[in-house]
């Protein structure tokens, strides 16, 4: 089942890097930037996820929350959050089920059998709980648009 804009966001409860399970329904009343990385650590992941880190107070002024998910586990995520001093939570859908759920799953990455991730993907989730922007990448080395994702929030 592909997700649209205007569909209700799925909800999830996904572990972050201090091991808390945090729920989108906690962010609810603001907008939610959600994206969705291949895979902690790796250099494209990296760009996208400081690019979001040093727009945070821009995005920020919007209302908005960085929310990230990876296929990692807490323990990767934490020290690739460590590293890079992200000022927002990043959580680990070590069992693809969130990314399942978002139909973005990316099956066989880099042609590895069962080396399933997400494909890289924002989605802005609207103050009622609804997709008002989506973007999705089949190619896991494209970057978002990062001026279209804060000139939506605005």
Not at 7 to 35: S, Y
Not at 39 to 56: G, H, K, N
Not at 102 to 126: E, G, Q
Not at 141 to 148: C, I, R, T
Request: hydrophobic fraction near 40%; aromatic fraction near 10%; charged fraction near 30%.
């Amino acid at each position: 089942m592909s997700l649209n804009v205007g569909d209700i966001a799925p909800n999830f409860e996904l572990p972050d890097t201090e091991l808390k399970l945090r729920t989108l329904d906690e962010f609810k009343g603001k907008k939610i930037v959600l994206t969705f990385i291949v895979a902690a650590s790796s250099p494209v992941c990296e760009t996208e996820l400081c690019t979001l880190r040093d727009s945070w107070q821009e995005i920020a002024d919007t209302g908005a929350q960085i929310v990230a998910i990876s296929n990692d586990g807490p323990f990767a995520n934490k020290a690739f959050a460590e590293k890079h001093n992200f000022n927002f939570p990043l959580l680990g859908d070590y069992n693809s089920k969130t990314i399942s759920d978002y139909d973005i799953l990316m099956k066989d990455l880099l042609h590895i059998k069962d080396y399933n991730a997400a494909k890289r993907s924002v989605f802005i989730i609207t103050e009622d709980g609804k997709i008002g922007y989506k973007w999705v990448s089949e190619d896991p080395l494209k970057e978002p648009n990062y001026e279209e994702i804060k000139n939506f929030l605005k």
